[in-house]
């Protein structure tokens, strides 16, 4: 599988810092994983307050069946989404009043997502107990279900049982 066809639909963000975006559009090109994962590492630290560029490590590191990888780089998100809303950094911390979970395309929105990819990442280790605590706490913290946590609650049921 080519890069440009792995990568397709994730690369393209208008709000991305030119630095960042060269960074992510030579990884769209990148005929290995790994040489898409070292150029995401250096546009990490080229701004490490993109959360987009966070997104993009944890998919690739999960589609790549890298799932302690994924872990880490989605609790990275979870951190540096948590310092820029102003929220402590411990998810078991957070309640419905913590912020307005509500806001698209903000910080907190994005902790959201993240919370639920470190769910399904960790139903796919097996973790199905951590895997259902924060699929609770996102229950609590976002009623709505507007990152979708539901899908993911509904298979880590069935995998429950």
């Given at each position: 599988?080519?890069g440009?066809q792995?990568?397709?639909g994730?690369?393209?963000?208008?709000?991305?810092?030119?630095?960042?975006?060269?960074?992510?559009?030579?990884?769209?090109?990148?005929?290995?994983?790994?040489?898409?994962?070292?150029?995401?590492?250096?546009?990490?630290?080229?701004?490490?307050?993109?959360?987009h560029?966070?997104?993009?490590?944890?998919?690739?590191?999960f589609?790549h069946?890298?799932l302690?990888?994924?872990?880490?780089?989605?609790?990275?998100a979870?951190?540096a989404?948590?310092?820029?809303?102003?929220?402590?950094?411990?998810?078991r911390m957070?309640?419905?009043?913590?912020c307005?979970?509500?806001?698209?395309?903000s910080?907190?929105?994005?902790?959201?997502?993240?919370?639920?990819?470190l769910a399904?990442?960790r139903?796919r280790?097996l973790?199905?107990?951590d895997?259902?605590q924060?699929?609770?706490?996102?229950?609590e913290i976002d009623?709505?279900?507007?990152v979708?946590?539901?899908?993911?609650?509904a298979?880590a049921e069935?995998?429950?049982?």
């Amino acid at each position: 599988m080519s890069g440009k066809q792995y990568w397709s639909g994730i690369v393209a963000n208008d709000d991305l810092p030119p630095r960042v975006a060269g960074y992510l559009a030579a990884a769209s090109e990148a005929h290995d994983w790994r040489e898409a994962e070292a150029l995401l590492l250096r546009a990490q630290v080229a701004d490490p307050d993109c959360l987009h560029v966070y997104f993009t490590l944890y998919k690739l590191y999960f589609n790549h069946k890298r799932l302690g990888d994924a872990e880490r780089a989605a609790c990275l998100a979870l951190d540096a989404a948590a310092r820029l809303a102003g929220l402590p950094s411990d998810w078991r911390m957070m309640d419905v009043n913590s912020c307005d979970w509500s806001e698209d395309h903000s910080p907190q929105h994005f902790y959201l997502f993240s919370l639920k990819a470190l769910a399904f990442i960790r139903l796919r280790q097996l973790r199905t107990q951590d895997c259902l605590q924060l699929l609770e706490k996102l229950r609590e913290i976002d009623p709505q279900d507007s990152v979708g946590a539901s899908v993911i609650e509904a298979y880590a049921e069935g995998v429950a049982a």
